[in-house]
């Protein structure tokens, strides 16, 4: 009987919903890529040299000591300087040294060079994945990042600039995830559960750098910097053959679903029928689209605080607070957890409150970005003058980190509100001009903290974070929209008889505009 082979996928589709087996791994493909590129923060801890570091730095300041002295005033402090956690304040720490004895600006290279990859890649990689396959293009993302991981201690070993070349691959790579998942998510998700699976995909990288600085900072400490590398890459080979047979790049293309859930996702969202060509993207109305602006702008400034919790707390934590690397690497993963919890509750929460109509998706995306700006701002502030009271600043930063979390439910999401059909191009534009913070914060830091490695630098650079902060706010609050843009359906040819089925939702909640 012909009839029984398609009913063996849709057995399986009843028993797991097909749109939740591409959210959960497409969560742990984001896992893998972020985990992979954030592994390196942790891993560097272990692997410079801080001894002759710091020797090469008060050779450095020697030569202006006694200008500075002069100009000093008798009453004026000095920066405050803090003792290991646990220890009397006359007590020196000893160094945990590795071999390479790269500078505080070198290693802010080798930190901000992932992106140089990650600025050329996403715009042409999304024009391939809504054009040809948003699943392949996630695996190739996943593929390069695990290939040039397993060759990291090799190429480290022989020059950093080979550490550069695989950076950059990784970040060619890196830059695929996020266009070819906003692409998968426009296909799949309903508009009214759009929130939390977008949530429960893109929580995966906080679950990648939590368990990634965890794993890092364990696995350097036992067993050295180059097992870092290669544990995590091997781990992360098992991911690709699933994504491989589970996953396709929409319910019509899928054989483990069920009819209802079929007919359910593609009337939704008006996909019932298979387009032949994909619309050409309408350059001039994006780039004089007032919501795509607010999204670009709050996606840039709240990737500058973003990439200074992921890359420079580590540092943060080991400079000024004096934490081990083992203590490092589980102080650091410590918030991202809780983080996990509250993204996909917030994101469960907005979405009923939208589905019964309490909250239209203007109102929710707001206030998710209300909270990932306001409270984490708060937080750096209060990180300024907190001192050295370790384990109270440590909480105060996991409470900032967690309230991150809602940007997933925030701006981060927004693309597919505003133009489903060009969802993967608008986060390849709004995440190249938010890749440059990437680059720019590791050598703002890098230069802030030469020869300065104490919470008087430390307090500059979180106060410009801050500032970029409530500029955010103030933008996607007074800018920001939920509204599908009429020039989302340029291009698109209509079914006139199908025309009243399939008239796209304006807001996904049935509430008049805010």
Not at 3 to 9: D, M, Q, S, W
Not at 179 to 190: F, N
Not at 279 to 299: D, M, N, Q, R
Not at 483 to 512: F, I, R
Request: glycine share 8%.
């Amino acid at each position: 009987m012909p009839e029984e082979v398609p009913a063996k996928g849709s057995v399986l589709g009843k028993l797991v919903p097909a749109r939740y087996v591409l959210a959960l791994l497409g969560s742990i493909g984001m896992a893998i890529v972020y985990g992979l590129k954030v592994n390196l923060s942790v891993a560097m801890v272990a692997m410079v040299n801080h001894t002759a570091i710091k020797a090469a730095n008060l050779d450095l300041e020697h030569g202006h000591l006694q200008l500075n002295v002069s100009a000093l005033a008798p009453t004026e402090d000095l920066p405050e300087e803090c003792s290991t956690p646990g220890a009397p304040t006359n007590v020196t720490a000893k160094v945990e040294d590795g071999p390479f004895s790269w500078s505080e600006p070198l290693q802010g290279t080798l930190l901000s060079c992932y992106f140089w990859g990650y600025l050329v890649s996403q715009i042409p990689l999304a024009h391939v994945a809504e054009n040809f396959s948003a699943k392949w293009v996630m695996l190739f993302s996943v593929a390069i990042n695990v290939v040039c991981t397993l060759l990291t201690p090799v190429f480290t070993k022989l020059h950093y600039g080979g550490l550069i070349l695989m950076r950059v691959l990784e970040g060619v790579g890196g830059g695929a995830s996020f266009p070819a998942m906003h692409v998968m998510i426009a296909s799949w998700a309903p508009p009214t559960e759009r929130m939390v699976m977008s949530t429960i995909i893109y929580v995966g990288t906080s679950a990648g750098t939590a368990l990634s600085i965890l794993l890092a900072g364990l696995l350097s400490a036992k067993w050295g910097w180059e097992s870092v590398f290669y544990v995590m890459g091997a781990l992360s080979c098992i991911w690709m053959l699933l994504w491989v047979i589970l996953v396709q790049d929409n319910p019509n293309k899928q054989r483990f679903i069920s009819p209802e859930e079929r007919q359910m996702i593609t009337s939704s969202l008006g996909t019932e029928e298979k387009t032949e060509h994909h619309p050409a993207v309408p350059w001039g109305k994006v780039f004089t689209s007032v919501p795509f602006w607010a999204i670009l702008i709050a996606h840039t400034c709240s990737n500058f605080g973003w990439y200074m919790f992921l890359i420079e707390i580590p540092f943060y934590m080991k400079q000024v607070l004096k934490f081990n690397v083992a203590s490092n690497a589980a102080l650091s993963a410590l918030p991202y957890f809780p983080m996990i919890i509250f993204s996909i509750c917030l994101g469960k929460l907005l979405d009923t409150l939208q589905a019964k109509g309490k909250i239209s998706t203007t109102f929710a995306r707001k206030t998710a970005t209300t909270i990932c700006t306001i409270i984490p701002g708060i937080c750096l502030l209060v990180l300024c003058y907190i001192g050295c009271r370790h384990y109270e600043a440590v909480t105060v930063m996991s409470v900032g980190i967690v309230a991150m979390g809602a940007m997933f439910s925030g701006f981060l999401s927004n693309h597919i509100d505003i133009a489903p059909n060009f969802a993967g191009t608008l986060v390849a534009l709004t995440n190249t001009a938010a890749t440059l913070p990437g680059i720019v914060v590791p050598l703002f830091v890098g230069f802030v903290t030469h020869g300065n490695q104490n919470i008087g630098a430390w307090r500059i650079i979180f106060g410009v974070t801050i500032v970029l902060f409530a500029l955010e706010f103030l933008v996607f609050v007074f800018l920001g929209s939920g509204s599908e843009q009429s020039w989302n359906k340029a291009g698109v040819q209509k079914d006139p008889e199908a025309k009243d089925e399939k008239t796209p939702l304006k807001e996904t909640a049935p509430v008049a505009k805010p």
